[in-house]
């Protein structure tokens, strides 16, 4: 048999420690890994799109039906929404933002519980298995993207510089729902209940968040308050990216980055505590 | 040692016994955050040490074997070495890539089918697209699931699953291969098959860590073993010494035993007779006693494990109280399942009429077993001294099961009985000689 040379993960020394010992993130094994990672996530995405053939309606429908039954009650209700930019442009890109948080958060929050028979298994870094279950849901939100298009192409809606914060904005929302997600399935390992609270989490926070409304409507020291949710800040980063039109409320986005940075910090800890601990209940 | 592969340094691993129920309720919630971010609990009475200060150095292409009893903490040794297990103190370094088999279906997920689990497996080794699908038909071929590689293997069998997981990880192609007890999975045919792939990888510089509960298996492939016992190292050497040593310790095998005088006869004045030929003429039987008996090496050495191409030699030392007793020793070899496989009496009374009278005094009689006559197994051994007599076999002194021994396989590259096959049955061996030749039909 020939031997061939394979370039990934290899490396010179494997050390293995205590727990306590080791790193908590070893960002040098997660990048020999990508090749990994990126089939992991592959996997996922086929999983979703290739074998359901109506995996593209499922990922459409319920952003635009949403859309539909909003915007017909804003028109019956003659709703003032005080933004700048059109109602279905608002809401649409709001839903589709929120539902790839949802989603990634999910995911993430079920990676120990899906991969967790495997890590007894085989070896791999164990942060692969939410993050492709984040980078997989990338693929349904290219998909919700393209009606966005055509609704602004519609309103003659136009991105501007702007656009250039929209991978920032991006990241930004995958390491919020990478920390929550990581820090729900750490949570999650010990008690069921987590993970209801995480489903009312995630469907509340659909409406609290300024996804339908706009923070406009609500009275100042409401606005305040809800500023607090850290996807407040990203959605509203978001439609800035997006609208030209539409203002970037610098503070309260740069205020959701710290918390996606603080909580993905959190969620890596938890998660590779509970992933070590977990292991050994077998 | 530089040119190290593996080098484990103090590892230690505790389990916690008592399984930890996830807990519900607020109260439960609440609990769940503290142990997230707080600390593991301290040794108590609940936790059991797996392994403890466990320290050993694999050279590069050595092949080295673990046996021990069950839960002494070989698989969980395997299973820190390949990641899957985190320790719980001490340290283990690896230089290479490693693929370990743990258990069946290492690494398998049932909704994909054995083809993707394969390129899914192979990926977690670090092998791209395109060196699994080089790989791909030589995997195939090998499992033998050519007709059910696209089914997804939640409807493989356990056997099916073991096939294909064994293929796998036999063509990557890794520095280091830790196998746990794969041999034994699988039907005779296949497990054959991989016993030929293992011997296959051997050849290369491949370092092997190989756990097992069959000494023979460890003795073929490795050329170092470690015994392990409650997480400790017990015996770290020659895999012919070491797995001797532990097959000795656990299937409670003897080979020597000693007896005591007994009290009364031995006092006894030893008495000229003057009509020697007739044994009525002695006092009544016992006429002597045993002394101890062994199991030797050809170079001397007490043995309870021995391998089939070797002799097998025994010894019994006993006392004659009387001038002019006869007195002959026979061995009784059965099998551990108490059959008795033959019984060796002593012929020396034909070659030499001595014997039918003894002075008193103590005597040495050994019985040699030529090479590749016992098969692999454990045998226990009986020992009496008696005097053949026209009525009734006169009994001076008997002693069942005294002994016990195993006999072995021959290491790789020993002419044995045994050629291509894994086990021959039956209490025998003999190596005969085979002459083969074609024969023209008769037309």
Redesign the interface.
């Known amino acids: ?1 020939a ?2 040379n ?5 490396q ?8 306590t010992q ?1 790193r908590l993130l070893d960002v040098g094994e997660l990048f020999r ?1 990508r ?2 990672l990126w ?2 996530s592959r ?1 996922q995405v086929k999983a979703e799109f290739g074998d359901l053939h109506l995996g593209i309606f499922w990922v459409l429908a319920r952003p635009l039906l949403m859309t539909a039954i909003f915007v017909f009650f804003k028109n019956v209700s003659n709703a003032k929404t005080g933004v700048s930019v059109p109602y279905a442009a608002y809401l649409y890109s709001g839903l589709i933002l929120w539902f790839f948080f949802a989603e990634s958060v999910g995911r993430a929050a079920a990676s120990i519980g899906k991969d967790g028979a ?7 870094p164990r942060l692969l298995s939410p993050l492709s279950g984040i980078l997989a849901q990338l693929s349904g939100l290219a998909i919700a993207a393209v009606p966005l298009f055509l609704i602004m192409i519609y309103y003659g809606l136009a991105p501007g510089w702007n656009l250039l914060l929209l991978p920032i904005v991006l990241l930004q929302t995958m390491l919020l729902a990478f920390g929550t997600g990581c820090l729900f399935a ?2 999650s ?6 993970e209801r ?1 995480l489903g009312l989490l995630l469907y509340i926070g659909l409406f609290v968040s300024p996804v339908i409304f706009a923070p406009e409507m609500l009275p100042k020291a409401a606005q305040g308050i809800q500023m607090l949710n850290p996807m407040s800040g990203t959605l509203l980063g978001f439609r800035a990216a997006l609208f030209a039109d539409y203002a970037l409320p610098l503070y309260e986005w740069l205020y959701s980055l710290a918390l996606s940075g603080v909580l993905g910090l959190v969620g890596v ?2 998660f590779q ?2 992933e ?2 977990f ?3 077998i | 040692m530089e040119d190290y592969a593996i080098s484990v340094h103090g590892l230690s691993k505790r389990y916690s016994l008592g399984q930890k129920k996830p807990s519900h309720g607020a109260k439960g919630m609440l609990l769940g955050i503290s142990e997230l971010f707080g600390r593991t609990p301290q040794d108590d009475h609940s936790t059991i040490w797996a392994l403890k200060d466990v320290s050993f150095e694999v050279r590069k292409g050595e092949r080295l074997g673990f046996v021990g009893k069950n839960g002494a903490g070989k698989s969980t040794l395997l299973k820190i070495l390949s990641r899957v297990a985190y320790p719980t103190d001490g340290e283990a370094r690896i230089r290479g890539r490693v693929t370990s088999l743990l258990e069946v279906g290492t690494g398998f997920l049932n909704h994909l089918t054995g083809r993707q689990n394969i390129y899914l497996n192979a990926s977690f080794h670090g092998l791209s697209k395109k060196e699994t699908e080089q790989r791909i038909p030589d995997i195939i071929e090998f499992s033998e699931l050519e007709r059910f590689i696209d089914t997804p293997i939640k409807f493989y069998s356990s056997g099916m699953r073991a096939r294909l997981a064994f293929s796998v990880a036999a063509h990557l192609d890794p520095d280091i291969l830790l196998l746990d007890e794969v041999l034994s999975v699988g039907d005779m045919a296949f497990s054959q098959k991989c016993l030929e792939r293992v011997e296959e990888l051997t050849r290369g510089e491949r370092t092997i860590l190989f756990v097992s509960h069959s000494m023979d298996a460890v003795r073929r492939f490795c050329t170092r073993c470690i015994w392990l016992d409650c997480g400790q190292v017990v015996m770290d050497g020659p895999a012919d010494e070491v797995t001797s040593a532990f097959t000795s310790d656990s299937m409670n095998l003897r080979a020597h035993q000693h007896w005591d005088p007994p009290p009364a006869q031995s006092t006894d004045q030893p008495r000229l007779l003057e009509d020697e030929d007739l044994p009525s003429n002695l006092p009544e039987p016992p006429h002597a006693h045993l002394v101890s008996t062994s199991i030797l090496t050809q170079d001397g050495r007490q043995t309870a494990t021995v391998c089939v191409a070797d002799p097998i030699i025994f010894e019994l030392i006993y006392e004659v109280y009387f001038n002019g007793a006869y007195v002959l020793p026979d061995f009784k070899i059965f099998t551990a399942e108490g059959i008795l496989a033959f019984n060796l009496v002593h012929t020396g009374a034909l070659a030499s009429p001595d014997i039918k009278k003894r002075k008193p005094g103590r005597y040495r009689s050994i019985a040699t077993l030529p090479p590749h006559l016992l098969n692999v197994g454990l045998y226990k051994i009986s020992v009496s001294l008696t005097t053949p007599s026209s009525g009734k076999l006169v009994v001076h002194a008997e002693a069942d099961n005294v002994l016990t021994f195993y006999v072995h396989e021959a290491p790789l590259g020993t002419t044995s009985a045994l050629g291509p096959y894994r086990k021959v049955k039956g209490i025998i061996r003999p190596l005969v000689s085979w002459m083969d030749e074609s024969v023209k039909q008769s037309s």
Request: aromatic share 10%.
């Open positions: 048999m031997t061939i394979t370039a990934s993960p290899k010179a020394e494997i050390i293995i420690r205590p727990p080791s890994y090749g990994l089939s992991m996997r495997l890590m007894q298994k085989v070896y791999f750490a949570l390992t010990l008690s069921r209940d987590w609270l800890f938890a505590h509970a070590r601990t292991m050994d209940r």
